[in-house]
């Protein structure tokens, strides 16, 4: 029997998570890809700071109908808070495989310029307390999701090179690649 897949495509704000996803539209149009950002353009327009908010609730309705209807899906999220933590419990509770997709960078600044270049270029803002509080948050809170993933794959994207691979974690072994970035500060 093939097990359902929940997969985390997770980094702070400006990390690069929505440009993963288009970019390489082939390896997320087999499963549902739930992105918070997407589905805030599609909300009615009201006072702009209940868009989040509004789409937040929406990505978890939907997360927890696949999840009870054993669907594979995939997910946008910060990792800043716990809902998505909790979420990695359900799954696997419910005999999901969990895929961790982490992407970081070195500087909250990096994500804070990018933020603004979107922005110019006419996509969302995110205020930049809140920027700065998600990036903390989101490194904190990487170890624990990876415990929990069967699957962890972990991208730097500091540079205007690109992602580049840091390390692929699973139940068979880990591979890193060096050199290691300034924010793996934990023990695998």
């Known amino acids: ?5 929940l997969t985390f495509i997770a980094g702070a704000n400006g990390s690069g998570k ?9 390896l997320f149009r087999e499963v549902p890809l739930l992105d918070p950002d997407a589905i805030a353009n599609t909300l009615p327009a009201t006072v702009s700071a ?8 929406q990505v978890l309705k939907s997360a927890a109908e696949h999840l009870k ?8 999220t910060t990792l800043a808070g716990k809902n998505y ?5 359900d799954a696997r509770n419910r005999g999901f495989e969990i895929v961790l997709v982490y992407i970081g960078t070195e500087d909250v600044e990096i994500n804070l310029g990018r933020i603004r270049n979107r922005v110019l ?5 995110v205020p930049e307390e809140d920027v700065r509080r998600r990036y903390k948050r989101s490194y904190q809170n990487l170890p ?5 993933a069967d699957h962890s794959i972990l991208f730097d994207n500091s540079t205007e090179d690109g992602y580049r691979l840091i390390v692929i974690l699973g139940p068979t072994g880990n591979r890193w690649f060096e050199p290691k970035p300034s924010w793996i500060t934990f023990e695998v």
């Open 1 to 5: 029997m093939i097990r359902s897949t």
């Open 121 to 125: 270029a006419g996509g969302h803002d």
């Open 85 to 89: 933590l909790q979420m990695m419990l």
């Open 18 to 26: 929505t440009t993963l996803t288009r970019w390489n539209p082939e």
């Open 50 to 57: 209940m868009f989040s908010i509004a789409a937040a609730r």
């Open 69 to 76: 209807n054993a669907e594979s899906f995939a997910v946008e």
């Open 144 to 148: 624990i999701a990876i415990k929990r």
